[in-house]
T-cell receptor, first 114, second 112 residues
Framework: DAGVIQSPRHEVTEMGQEVTLRCKPI?????LFWYRQTMMRGLELLIY????????DSGMPEDRFSAKMPNASFSTLKIQPSEPRDSAVYFC????????????FGNGTRLTVT | DQQVKQNSPSLSVQEGRISILNCDYT??????FLWYKKYPAEGPTFLIS?????DKNEDGRFTVFLNKSAKHLSLHIVPSQPGDSAVYFC???????????FGAGTQVVVTP
């Protein structure tokens, strides 16, 4: 079991640029979650998918943020255009079914927008 | 609106002693609770869970207690070991989709 795989581990970009974060969930899991961790807000849920379908995107901060899950083994979180306040660690997590099943997190992508 | 609160940002404990981490919540509809441990530059890893139908769950050195009337849960680590030094998050969920809300975390430092 390779666990949840995120790429890149670190991303430094200039304000206004497009940023794409990638996630490969654990094989067999049918739910995928994108979280963001900041000092001010802690771990906050941005969006989650079940069977590749977005269920709740109420945590997405602005229209600049979008997420897709084209198949069961891949998801992207895109920020366009990026701003310095988007600087944070972005985590992807997956689980089976939901219903209280523990989330399995990737190691995160540390995003710095200058 | 923070519905899950960890009011102690840090905790220092001697090796071999008990670590007690606390978590309070405001939403009475939460029915499943998790504790996660996080090392620097890594993602949170699952430690232990408890559902609202129980008041205690134990797994080795880790025990979670749930007091529904007080909307409070705690994590006990006995005995504490240097490898337990990490940030601990509590998380709670109300729905069947596994949508969890996390507390701000408590940094635990276990000293020799």
């Amino acid at each position: 079991d390779a666990g949840v795989i995120q790429s890149p581990r670190h991303e430094v970009t200039e304000m206004g640029q497009e940023v794409t974060l990638r996630c490969k969930p654990i094989s067999g899991h049918n739910s995928l979650f994108w979280y963001r961790q900041t000092m001010m807000r802690g771990l906050e849920l941005l969006i989650y998918f079940n069977n590749n379908v977005p269920i709740d995107d109420s945590g997405m901060p602005e229209d600049r943020f979008s997420a897709k899950m084209p198949n069961a083994s891949f998801s992207t979180l895109k920020i366009q255009p990026s701003e310095p306040r988007d600087s944070a660690v972005y985590f992807c997590a997956s689980s089976f079914v939901g219903g209280g099943s523990p989330l399995h997190f990737g190691n995160g992508t540390r995003l710095t927008v200058t | 609106d923070q519905q899950v609160k960890q009011n102690s940002p840090s905790l220092s404990v001697q090796e071999g002693r008990i670590s007690i981490l606390n978590c309070d919540y405001t939403n009475s509809m939460f029915d499943y609770f998790l504790w996660y441990k996080k090392y620097p530059a890594e993602g949170p890893t699952f430690l232990i869970s408890i559902s609202s139908i129980k008041d205690k769950n134990e797994d080795g050195r880790f025990t979670v207690f749930l007091n529904k009337s007080a909307k409070h849960l705690s994590l006990h680590i006995v005995p504490s070991q240097p490898g337990d030094s990490a940030v601990y998050f509590c998380a709670a969920s109300t729905d069947s989709w596994g949508k969890f809300q996390f507390g701000a975390g408590t940094q635990v430092v276990v000293t020799p």
